[in-house]
C-alpha cells in the first residue's frame, strides 16, 4: 500500500509542475539592450543618464546627476488557450504603476585619480502571475458498474506565481588612460517570490454506488504554496574602450549571486477520498507545512558585448549577452518530516516530492538600438532585442517537485520614444512592446476526460500560450 501511496503523489505532483517573463533574463527595460533607458548600455552613446549597466561608462558623466526612471503604466496579458481542457483557457492580466530605477552620480575631482561615483536603488518586478478556472457540468466520469450514468462533476483550479527583486548598486568608474576605462559595480540583491498551485475534481457517485451513506464523493485534490525571501550579492566588472571618435565597445562580466541568507516556507495538502481503481477502493492523505527552510535561489554568470557607432545626428547600437547554464538545483528542500498520514515513519522520503526546483540552459540574446537627433532639444530613441527562455522544456532533468518558473518561451522587445532636452534636465518617454508564444505548453491537468485510471485529472496534452506586454516609460534626469 505505501507504494501505491508513493505512486499517488508521483501522479498529483509531476502534472501540476509549473513550467511565464520568469524564465528569460532580458524581460527588465533596464539591462545591456534597454537602449532607451537611461545609461542602460555597455559601450557608449552619449546618454545623460547616472547609473550606466557598465559602470566604466560612468567616466563620461560631467556633473553630478540624479536619475528617477519607471513605467507609470504597464499592461501584461498572459493566455494559455485551453490550458485545462477544450474552452478552458488559463488568463491572467492586470495593470500596474513600478518605479524601476532611482540613481545619483558624483564624479571625484582628483589631479592623478579622477574617477566618479554613483549608487541607485532598481526595482524589478518579474512577474505577477494569477489564473483561476473551474468546469461544473454532467459529465460520465466513474466506472458504470458501480455509478452508472453522468455524474455531476466540478473540476477547479487555481495557480499564481510572484517575483520581486530589488537590488542596491554602489559602482565606480576610473580612465585608465585617454582611450580606456574601466568599473567596478558591487549590488546587493533581495529576491523574493511566492508559488501557487491549487486544484480540486469532484464527482458524485450516483445512488447504485457501493456505499452511497459514507462515501457519495470522489475526490481529488492538491495546493501546494512556497515562498522564500534571500538576500545576496554579485559584482559586475566593466571595460570601454574609444577605438576612434566615432567606435566604442564595452564589455562587462556581471558573476553569479554569492547568497548571504534566506529562509522559505512551503505548505502542501493531498487528498484522495473514494476513488475505486481496479475495484479497490482507495483513500489517502498527505499533510504538511515546514517554515524556517534554506533557499538555495541562484542566477548565473554573464558576459555582454557592447558596440556604438557614433555619427552627426545620432547613434547605432549592438549588444549581446550570454548567460552561462544552471544545473538542476532545490531553491527550497523540504526538510524529511511526516508527509502522509497516519505517519508509520517510513514515508518521510516523500516529502522529495514538495521541493521547489529550477534548472537552467545557456541563452545567447542580442539588441539593436539607434537614436536620430531632430534638433538639440530632441533626441528620437528605438530598439529591439529578443529575450529568449532558459527554460530547458522536455529535455530538463527535473523529475520530482516544483519548478520555479511558469512560461517557457521566447519573447521579444521593442522599445520607441523621444527624449526633450532641457538646460538643466532631460525628459525620455516612450512606449515599451513585448511579445511571446509557444504551441507546444505543457498542460498542468486537462478536464476534457477525468476518470479513475488518470485520478480524475484527465490526461494531460500541450495547449497554446501567448503573453503581451506593454507600458509607458517615463525617465527624468536632473544635472545640478
Given at each position: 500500500?505505501?507504494?501505491?501511496?508513493?505512486?499517488?503523489?508521483?501522479?498529483?505532483?509531476l502534472?501540476?509542475?509549473?513550467?511565464?517573463?520568469?524564465?528569460?533574463?532580458?524581460?527588465?527595460?533596464?539591462?545591456?539592450?534597454?537602449?532607451?533607458?537611461?545609461?542602460?548600455?555597455?559601450?557608449?552613446?552619449?546618454?545623460?543618464?547616472?547609473?550606466?549597466?557598465?559602470?566604466?561608462?560612468?567616466?563620461?558623466?560631467?556633473?553630478?546627476?540624479?536619475?528617477?526612471?519607471?513605467?507609470?503604466?504597464?499592461?501584461?496579458?498572459?493566455?494559455?488557450?485551453?490550458?485545462?481542457?477544450?474552452?478552458?483557457?488559463?488568463?491572467s492580466?492586470?495593470?500596474?504603476?513600478?518605479?524601476?530605477?532611482?540613481?545619483?552620480?558624483?564624479?571625484?575631482?582628483?589631479?592623478?585619480?579622477?574617477?566618479?561615483?554613483?549608487?541607485?536603488?532598481?526595482?524589478?518586478?518579474?512577474?505577477?502571475?494569477?489564473?483561476?478556472?473551474?468546469?461544473?457540468?454532467?459529465q460520465?466520469?466513474?466506472?458504470?458498474?458501480?455509478?452508472?450514468?453522468?455524474?455531476?462533476?466540478?473540476?477547479?483550479?487555481?495557480?499564481?506565481?510572484?517575483?520581486?527583486?530589488?537590488?542596491?548598486?554602489?559602482?565606480?568608474?576610473?580612465?585608465?588612460?585617454?582611450?580606456?576605462?574601466?568599473?567596478?559595480?558591487?549590488?546587493?540583491?533581495?529576491?523574493?517570490?511566492?508559488?501557487?498551485v491549487?486544484?480540486?475534481?469532484?464527482?458524485?457517485?450516483?445512488?447504485?454506488?457501493?456505499?452511497?451513506?459514507?462515501?457519495?464523493?470522489?475526490t481529488?485534490?492538491?495546493?501546494?504554496?512556497?515562498?522564500?525571501?534571500?538576500?545576496?550579492?554579485r559584482?559586475?566588472?566593466?571595460?570601454?574602450?574609444?577605438?576612434?571618435?566615432?567606435?566604442?565597445?564595452?564589455?562587462?562580466?556581471?558573476?553569479?549571486?554569492?547568497?548571504?541568507?534566506?529562509?522559505?516556507?512551503?505548505?502542501?495538502?493531498?487528498?484522495?477520498?473514494?476513488?475505486?481503481?481496479a475495484?479497490?477502493?482507495?483513500?489517502?492523505?498527505?499533510?504538511?507545512?515546514?517554515?524556517?527552510?534554506?533557499?538555495?535561489?541562484?542566477?548565473?554568470?554573464?558576459?555582454?558585448?557592447?558596440?556604438?557607432?557614433?555619427?552627426?545626428?545620432?547613434?547605432?547600437?549592438?549588444?549581446?549577452?550570454?548567460?552561462?547554464?544552471?544545473?538542476?538545483?532545490?531553491?527550497?528542500?523540504?526538510?524529511?518530516?511526516?508527509?502522509?498520514?497516519?505517519?508509520?515513519?517510513?514515508?518521510?522520503?516523500?516529502a522529495?516530492?514538495?521541493?521547489?526546483?529550477?534548472?537552467?540552459?545557456?541563452?545567447?540574446?542580442?539588441?539593436?538600438?539607434?537614436?536620430?537627433?531632430?534638433?538639440?532639444?530632441?533626441?528620437?530613441?528605438?530598439?529591439?532585442?529578443?529575450?529568449?527562455?532558459?527554460?530547458?522544456?522536455?529535455?530538463?532533468?527535473?523529475?520530482?517537485?516544483?519548478?520555479?518558473?511558469?512560461?517557457?518561451?521566447?519573447l521579444?522587445?521593442?522599445?520607441?520614444?523621444?527624449?526633450?532636452?532641457h538646460?538643466?534636465?532631460?525628459?525620455?518617454?516612450?512606449?515599451?512592446?513585448?511579445?511571446?508564444?509557444?504551441?507546444?505548453?505543457?498542460?498542468?491537468?486537462?478536464?476534457?476526460?477525468?476518470?479513475?485510471?488518470?485520478?480524475?485529472?484527465?490526461?494531460?496534452?500541450?495547449?497554446?500560450?501567448?503573453?503581451?506586454?506593454?507600458?509607458?516609460?517615463?525617465?527624468?534626469?536632473?544635472?545640478?
Amino acid at each position: 500500500m505505501r507504494n501505491l501511496y508513493l505512486s499517488l503523489i508521483v501522479v498529483l505532483a509531476l502534472p501540476a509542475q509549473l513550467s511565464a517573463q520568469d524564465a528569460n533574463y532580458w524581460s527588465s527595460s533596464y539591462g545591456p539592450a534597454g537602449f532607451f533607458m537611461p545609461g542602460s548600455v555597455i559601450a557608449q552613446n552619449r546618454d545623460t543618464g547616472v547609473m550606466f549597466y557598465n559602470p566604466a561608462l560612468l567616466v563620461n558623466t560631467q556633473g553630478s546627476t540624479t536619475s528617477l526612471s519607471g513605467t507609470i503604466y504597464q499592461w501584461q496579458s498572459i493566455l494559455f488557450k485551453n490550458g485545462l481542457g477544450t474552452g478552458l483557457n488559463l488568463r491572467s492580466s492586470g495593470t500596474s504603476i513600478v518605479p524601476m530605477v532611482a540613481s545619483h552620480a558624483v564624479p571625484i575631482i582628483k589631479k592623478r585619480l579622477p574617477f566618479t561615483l554613483a549608487y541607485a536603488i532598481v526595482h524589478t518586478p518579474i512577474i505577477d502571475y494569477s489564473v483561476t478556472q473551474q468546469k461544473d457540468v454532467l459529465q460520465d466520469v466513474l466506472d458504470n458498474s458501480y455509478s452508472p450514468g453522468t455524474e455531476t462533476y466540478i473540476g477547479q483550479y487555481k495557480a499564481a506565481n510572484r517575483i520581486d527583486q530589488t537590488s542596491l548598486q554602489l559602482a565606480a568608474g576610473m580612465r585608465l588612460g585617454k582611450k580606456i576605462a574601466v568599473g567596478v559595480t558591487a549590488e546587493g540583491i533581495l529576491q523574493k517570490q511566492s508559488v501557487t498551485v491549487d486544484f480540486t475534481s469532484r464527482t458524485m457517485m450516483n445512488p447504485a454506488g457501493p456505499d452511497t451513506i459514507l462515501a457519495p464523493i470522489t475526490t481529488v485534490s492538491e495546493d501546494y504554496t512556497a515562498s522564500y525571501r534571500q538576500m545576496g550579492v554579485r559584482a559586475k566588472v566593466g571595460m570601454a574602450w574609444e577605438l576612434s571618435d566615432n567606435h566604442h565597445a564595452g564589455l562587462l562580466v556581471t558573476t553569479p549571486v554569492l547568497r548571504l541568507g534566506g529562509k522559505g516556507t512551503v505548505v502542501s495538502n493531498l487528498e484522495v477520498s473514494n476513488l475505486y481503481l481496479a475495484g479497490t477502493g482507495i483513500n489517502l492523505l498527505a499533510s504538511t507545512r515546514q517554515t524556517g527552510l534554506r533557499s538555495g535561489w541562484k542566477n548565473p554568470l554573464s558576459i555582454a558585448l557592447g558596440y556604438t557607432y557614433l555619427h552627426k545626428r545620432g547613434q547605432i547600437y549592438i549588444v549581446a549577452e550570454y548567460f552561462a547554464p544552471v544545473k538542476a538545483y532545490d531553491v527550497l528542500t523540504p526538510k524529511p518530516a511526516a508527509f502522509i498520514r497516519p505517519d508509520t515513519g517510513s514515508n518521510n522520503a516523500s516529502a522529495g516530492f514538495l521541493r521547489l526546483s529550477d534548472e537552467r540552459r545557456g541563452v545567447l540574446n542580442a539588441g539593436v538600438g539607434a537614436s536620430y537627433r531632430m534638433s538639440n532639444a530632441v533626441m528620437l530613441f528605438a530598439s529591439l532585442r529578443t529575450d529568449f527562455t532558459y527554460d530547458k522544456g522536455e529535455g530538463r532533468s527535473l523529475t520530482e517537485g516544483y519548478n520555479i518558473n511558469v512560461t517557457d518561451w521566447n519573447l521579444y522587445h521593442a522599445q520607441v520614444g523621444v527624449n526633450l532636452r532641457h538646460r538643466r534636465y532631460n525628459i525620455r518617454t516612450g512606449l515599451m512592446l513585448a511579445y511571446g508564444s509557444t504551441n507546444d505548453y505543457p498542460q498542468s491537468i486537462n478536464l476534457d476526460h477525468p476518470d479513475e485510471s488518470n485520478f480524475l485529472l484527465g490526461d494531460a496534452g500541450l495547449s497554446k500560450g501567448r503573453t503581451l506586454h506593454a507600458g509607458l516609460l517615463v525617465s527624468y534626469i536632473h544635472n545640478f
